[in-house]
């Protein structure tokens, strides 16, 4: 057994960590601000508001950090529609209704711009941006509107897109056998045949999540490898044996070792074909969607 494939096997697992909901983010007390214009209430200040909601459910998520988490939580309600298109978001109230300073605020903010979820004018604010202009390629937004309304939408897309980029990798990878990676690729397989005698799905998802992202990035074509983190996350959310190999099975760890063998030997169509049936192993049982990815 390789050292890589060793210690991915004995790696220990991260703990569990939960998202610290209002109250257990750091305190900022923010004192009303003149010149804020405002229609009605705040959004958070009723019982059984939009954005209290929505952040109620988020306070059982996984935490990142102050600023991590209020990203995780804004970033959920706009892709399950609980903030729609051209909603004001005003930084004082989300300051209050989470309970953090205007600096994690303002850089969770800017985290969103980055994503296409919001923009920022002056003189106009802060506003939810439409669904064309986010970045639907972006892995957080694929996860949030995997767990969301959106969410057979999204398995559909993924899928799609997986059978658009993996069997050409596949086939492009075929010439570009070098050694190393033939290993590498064959340490994975040997992990996932590990894994799934020992009965640890997490690991064997964390081996085939390599697996499948290695055969993008070395397809020689850059374009490819920048999605190769799209493919992660697809494996990470889309559920099911129809999406390829993420519930483990002796019959997804053969059609792994057929493309390794397929790569190895340079054999392009072989490799391609080898990818195809992985992707439509099982395609008879519908797919479920898990609960989101451990970080």
């Not at 909601?53 to 996984?62: P, V």
């Not at 658009?164 to 010439?175: D, H, K």
Request: aromatic share 4%; glycine share 10%.
């Amino acid at each position: 057994m390789s050292t890589l494939a060793h210690t991915m096997m004995t790696a220990a697992r991260p703990a569990e960590s939960g998202l610290a909901g209002p109250g257990n983010l750091d305190r900022y007390p923010y004192p009303e601000v003149p010149g804020v214009d405002r229609v009605g209430p705040p959004a958070w200040d009723t019982a059984e508001s939009e954005l209290g909601r929505a952040g109620r459910r988020a306070a059982g998520s996984r935490g990142r950090g102050l600023h991590g988490q209020l990203v995780q939580q804004l970033g959920q309600m706009i892709v399950s529609g609980d903030l729609g298109a051209d909603r004001p978001l005003v930084p004082e109230e989300i300051g209050q209704r989470f309970e953090v300073s205007r600096t994690v605020v303002r850089e969770s903010l800017r985290v969103l711009e980055a994503k296409g979820l919001v923009s920022a004018r002056p003189n106009v604010g802060t506003r939810v941006r439409p669904v064309s202009d986010w970045n639907l390629l972006d892995p957080d937004i694929i996860e949030w509107r995997a767990f969301g309304p959106q969410r057979d939408d999204q398995r559909r897309e993924l899928t799609e897109l997986r059978w658009t980029i993996e069997p050409l990798a596949a086939r492009l990878a075929a010439g570009h056998g070098r050694e190393e990676v033939q290993q590498r690729l064959a340490d994975m397989v040997e992990i996932m045949n590990h894994s799934l005698a020992q009965g640890d799905g997490i690991t064997f998802g964390r081996a085939d999540a390599e697996f499948h992202s290695l055969l993008i990035q070395v397809a020689g074509n850059r374009m490819l490898e920048h999605l190769s983190g799209i493919v992660a996350a697809a494996l990470q959310v889309s559920g099911g044996p129809a999406a390829g190999c993420d519930r483990p099975s002796e019959a997804s760890l053969a059609h792994h070792a057929r493309i390794v063998d397929t790569v190895a030997a340079g054999d392009a169509n072989g490799a391609e074909t080898a990818m195809r049936q992985l992707l439509t192993a099982h395609p008879e049982v519908e797919r479920v969607v898990p609960a989101p990815r451990e970080h």
